[in-house]
């Protein structure tokens, strides 16, 4: 039977508001899967929010200042307890935040078909949370297909990677450097990612940092080239082999 392909905007951060609905949820969230940064890229690329504003608190919290860095795969007790007070500095505002933003998301998803009796989606993977999230708005198991996946992605009943299924953790982080290369070259959207939907459930999307330039130009290259590639196999070789 026919059925129809739609490219589904969205992401982690779009799907917060229907995921985040207390200052726990907040915390909790916000307190995990940080990268080796400064306290100032934390709170401006993680949260979102001024870091400015949590000076007069840094010393009480922990913090010697703005600049000090956070581990990102080694936390101590201790360290945990420091990004949660920050997060918790930031929670209300962004949990504020959050529920405006509930409205255009769910408009998103009800226009994009996601409702419908028999859907599929198709990602990169690993865990498939974006799946996860949407079977827990919808009410229902959806069909997730990825280019791999890891054993966090077990949990889910209809779900498939490509390269891997349900692959290790320890496995899993040494061959996804090299799906990195790969993901970041052939799969990234060149419009950037989804933060979040307006009223009228159209997405948003998060100013392109300048280094982003050369990788975007780089992809409309390899993707040219894979087309005009299949193009060419096709014309010369169509006759003889299903492409």
Same mark, same amino acid.
Request: glycine share 6%.
């Given at each position: 039977?026919p *059925?129809?392909?739609k490219?589904l905007?969205?992401?982690?951060?779009?799907?917060?508001?229907?995921?985040?609905?207390?200052?726990?949820?907040?915390?909790? /969230?916000?307190?995990?899967?940080?990268r080796?940064?400064?306290?100032?890229?934390?709170?401006? =690329?993680?949260?979102?929010?001024n870091?400015a504003?949590?000076?007069?608190?840094l010393k009480?919290?922990?913090?010697?200042?703005?600049? @000090?860095?956070?581990?990102?795969?080694?936390?101590?007790k201790?360290?945990?307890e420091?990004i949660? @007070?920050?997060v918790? *500095?930031?929670a209300?505002?962004?949990?504020?935040?959050?529920?405006?933003?509930?409205?255009?998301?769910?408009?998103?998803?009800?226009?994009?078909?996601?409702f419908?009796?028999?859907?599929?989606?198709?990602?990169?993977?690993y865990?498939?949370?974006? @799946?996860?999230?949407?079977?827990?708005?919808?009410?229902?198991?959806?069909?997730?297909?990825?280019?791999?996946?890891?054993?966090?992605?077990?949990?889910?009943k209809?779900? /498939?990677?490509?390269?891997?299924?349900?692959?290790?953790l320890s496995?899993?982080?040494?061959? +996804?450097?090299f799906?990195?290369?790969?993901?970041?070259?052939?799969?990234c959207?060149?419009?950037?990612?989804?933060?979040?939907?307006?009223?009228t459930?159209?997405?948003?999307?998060? +100013?392109l =940092?300048?280094?982003?330039?050369?990788?975007?130009n780089?992809?409309?290259?390899?993707? +040219?080239?894979?087309?005009?590639?299949?193009?060419?196999? +096709?014309?010369r *070789?169509?006759?003889?082999?299903?492409?």
């Open positions: 039977a *059925f129809e392909v490219y905007e969205v992401s982690r951060t779009s799907l917060m508001p229907l995921i985040i609905k207390t200052k726990a949820d907040v915390i909790k /969230h916000y307190s995990s899967n940080y080796n940064a400064s306290l100032a890229e934390f709170i401006i =690329q993680k949260l979102g929010r870091p504003r949590i000076i007069p608190a009480q919290i922990g913090f010697t200042s703005l600049n @000090q860095k956070i581990k990102s795969l080694i936390h101590t201790k360290e945990k420091r949660k @007070q920050v918790d *500095f930031y209300e505002e962004i949990l504020r935040e959050l529920k405006l933003n509930e409205e255009g998301v769910n408009l998103f998803l009800k226009k994009s078909g996601i419908n009796e028999r859907v599929a989606i198709c990602d990169i993977g865990e498939g949370t974006i @799946q996860k999230t949407l079977e827990e708005v919808k009410k229902d198991k959806i069909l997730g297909l990825y280019l791999m996946t890891n054993s966090k992605a077990s949990s889910l209809y779900s /498939h990677g490509f390269l891997e299924n349900n692959l290790k496995k899993f982080k040494s061959l +996804k450097s799906v990195r290369i790969v993901e970041s070259v052939m799969f959207s060149p419009s950037g990612t989804v933060i979040n939907y307006d009223r459930g159209s997405p948003v999307f998060d +100013k =940092q300048p280094e982003e330039a050369g990788r975007l780089a992809n409309s290259y390899t993707w +040219k080239g894979m087309i005009d590639l299949y193009l060419l196999l +096709k014309k *070789f169509g006759r003889d082999i299903s492409l």
